[in-house]
């Protein structure tokens, strides 16, 4: 029973974090019906930038002290630094890495997305793919490929809960700032005159443009949203776990991914809804089998999706026209 | 002469003309690097000409073709370590019994990966859309989960003592045996059906074709090739490491065809030597080798979608103005090619996939 809490706990943690990532694939997918490969790979941009303004605001942790344990309270490198280690300073990092990661997705999609858009969907697919390599192969040459270790940007406390599992408070500061993120998010597309714009060129681009829609904006601030719910994915995964690394992006954006189709590819509460089904299965599976194969866990699920459920679970089934 | 008496001639020519290569190249008369890269071109022939018939002439997209090349390797390298060896002492341990030998394990690796690719492609090829791409994807993934956990075939360590068959002439029959397949498949019915799908399935499936038995039946055959050039690769060192069938591998690939253009069997040859000789003659940028392909990539895809040979590729174009000069010397429909397969395969398309990927 406490195996089962436990891994319940660590499973909702994740899935926040796949729900966060999925969320972008699902967006950029009704907007464009493009699989956004590059996607998983903004999310580990996210992580590297919350890594560089973590140390750049002063804070110093696991990468010096090793892989600490609980408790040590990263101090500022400036004299006490710039900025005390603290949620406040967390919370900082993860809106700058945000913002920067924002940026970012906006280029892409200006400079490679935007120019192939004329042609066919799998000219763009492939794009996507140059795209993803790009940041996968820059991201070594620039970052380094080995792996770096996030500061602690504040200290982890394991809480006991009734039942015998217990929760690292990393886990609930991951969870509750996922929540936050998503509740913004529904606000943004269901209650402001971009987010109708938005909804309006998923359901159909073409009529949106006709209707007076700036198109190459909303897709663009599209692509903004998603990159940045990556890159806060990214600092919470970091805050989590604190190993980062170049690559960490590909097996994460494709299980979120898979979280997309999972929850019905489009359709935005089903993106946070996949995210959680992953995340729950795939520690289930780490719990209870084997964690070897808990890499494989997300591709059996989307075969299982594509054979019996392919709208996915929220999703409709669109009838397509001639 | 009929015309099965000419293929036949055609086929000893090339035969002749292989085992003449074979001898050449054995006889130690050339640098050995050159002959390994050479060797290495030829299985890449496979791999990208097998990948052409999904992605250029199908307009499916596969981007998993590194797996059933695993697939075809290990289960191939299994036999051969196993079985083959007995197979081939037991019919004299000659030349006879490795040439049988060989292509027992030849048909198995390509049975296995037929197999992989019937079970990738049945789930994913009844939908319309892009989940074959991430169906092939995580299939690739977990591929190489799974290698490195199998202690059979060495698990993460890799898979040594496989047979060495280091023969031109070997990885140069399948390397033309599969551009032979699938250019025959692409000039038949068969291939009309699958480019027509290309071009529109819906409008495809409205003309009668079933087409999801006709996209499974072509990612069976792609994906079978692919297991015979993972054949080719097993048994071409002895030794097999899961880490060289990951993602990049299945990407190399992709961008040899996308390079030479989809839906062009001379561009994906021309994409396999040119991708296989760069990285070596690139040797000292090895670190920024990715990044030159990735940025490579976006630029041809932004200014050239077709790709360098796509639609109006060199051996097309030639053959187009051989039929209008034909008419024009000829007049009037005489002088119509003889054979309904030298009719332009492919119309002329802004770029392959089309809308189909709806």
């Not at chain 1, 006709?210 to 990556?230: E, K, Q, V, W």
């Not at chain 1, 980062?244 to 494709?254: A, K, T, Y």
């Not at chain 2, 499916?60 to 090349?69: E, T």
Request: glycine content about 12%; aromatic content about 8%; hydrophobic content about 55%.
């Amino acid at each position: 029973m406490s195996t089962f809490l436990q891994q319940l706990i660590n499973g909702i943690s994740l899935g926040a974090i796949y729900s966060l990532i999925a969320l972008g694939y699902t967006m950029v997918y009704g907007v464009l019906k493009l699989i956004n490969f590059a996607h998983g790979d903004v999310y580990m941009v996210g992580a590297f930038m919350g890594f560089y303004l973590a140390n750049g605001l002063g804070a110093r942790g696991a990468q010096m002290l090793g892989m600490s344990g609980d408790g040590i309270v990263a101090r500022g490198l400036l004299g006490g630094g710039a900025m005390e280690p603290s949620l406040i300073t967390a919370l900082v990092v993860m809106l700058l890495a945000m913002a920067i990661c924002a940026a970012i997705g906006v280029i892409i999609e200006r400079f490679a997305y935007r120019p192939v858009r004329k042609y066919s969907r799998l000219t763009a697919l492939i794009t996507a793919i140059g795209v993803s390599l790009l940041l996968e192969n820059g991201g070594q040459v620039v970052f380094g490929a080995e792996p770096k270790f996030f500061p602690e940007l504040f200290s982890k406390r394991n809480i006991d809960l009734v039942g015998g599992a217990s929760i690292n408070s990393a886990d609930i500061i991951v969870l509750v700032i996922a929540i936050v993120l998503m509740i913004a998010l529904q606000l943004i597309v269901y209650r402001t005159k971009t987010g109708r714009a938005m909804r309006a060129v998923s359901f159909n681009l073409q009529s949106a443009k006709l209707m007076g829609i700036n198109t190459d904006r909303i897709i663009a601030f599209t692509f903004a949203l998603g990159s940045a719910l990556a890159a806060a994915a990214g600092v919470l995964v970091a805050i989590r776990i604190p190993r980062i690394d170049p690559l960490m992006g590909i097996l994460v954006g494709l299980k979120a991914f898979v979280a997309a189709v999972l929850g019905g590819i489009g359709n935005i509460p089903g993106a946070m809804l996949g995210g959680l089904l992953i995340g729950i299965t795939e520690t289930m599976v780490v719990g209870y089998l084997s964690p070897t194969y808990k890499d494989a866990v997300a591709f059996a699920i989307l075969i299982l999706i594509l054979l019996f459920r392919p709208s996915g679970l929220l999703g409709t089934v669109a009838q397509e026209k001639v | 002469m009929p015309r099965y008496l000419r293929n036949l001639i055609i086929a000893l020519v090339v035969i002749a003309v292989l085992i003449g290569l074979d001898f050449v190249f054995q006889g130690r008369m050339l640098n050995p690097y050159f002959v390994r890269i050479l060797m290495l071109s030829g299985i890449a022939i496979t791999l990208a000409v097998s990948l052409n018939l999904i992605n250029g002439f199908t307009g499916q997209f596969s981007i998993g073709h590194a797996g059933f090349m695993a697939v075809g390797a290990y289960s191939s390298a299994y036999f051969s370590v196993n079985y083959g060896v007995n197979l081939a002492n037991s019919l004299g341990g000659g030349k006879v019994g490795w040439v049988v030998a060989l292509l027992v394990s030849t048909l198995i690796g390509a049975f296995f990966a037929g197999l992989a690719g019937l079970a990738v492609g049945i789930p994913s090829l009844r939908l319309r859309g892009d989940y074959l791409a991430i169906v092939t994807l995580g299939f690739g993934q977990i591929i190489v989960v799974f290698l490195n956990n199998i202690e059979a075939v060495g698990g993460a360590r890799g898979y040594s003592g496989i047979p060495i068959v280091k023969s031109f002439f070997w990885i140069f029959l399948v390397a033309v045996l599969t551009i032979v397949i699938v250019y025959n498949i692409v000039n038949s019915a068969f291939g009309r059906a699958l480019i027509s799908i290309r071009e529109d399935e819906l409008a495809a499936e409205a003309m009668g074709v079933n087409t999801t038995r006709y996209k499974v039946m072509a990612f069976v055959i792609s994906s079978a090739l692919a297991g015979a050039g993972g054949v080719l690769l097993a048994h071409f060192d002895g030794y097999l490491n899961p880490k060289s069938f990951e993602f990049i591998k299945s990407f190399e690939i992709l961008i040899m065809i996308i390079l030479g253009g989809l839906g062009s069997i001379v561009g994906s040859v021309l994409g396999a030597i040119v991708l296989t000789v760069l990285p070596e003659a690139l040797r000292g940028f090895a670190e920024y080798r990715m990044v030159i392909y990735s940025l490579l990539l976006i630029i041809l895809m932004i200014t050239r979608p077709q790709g360098l040979l796509g639609s109006t590729g060199p051996l097309k174009a030639w053959r187009k103005r051989r039929k209008l000069t034909a008419e024009n010397a000829g007049g009037g429909p005489a002088a119509a090619p003889t054979s309904p397969s030298t009719v332009a395969t492919q119309p002329e398309r802004p770029a392959p996939g089309g809308e189909n990927l709806r």
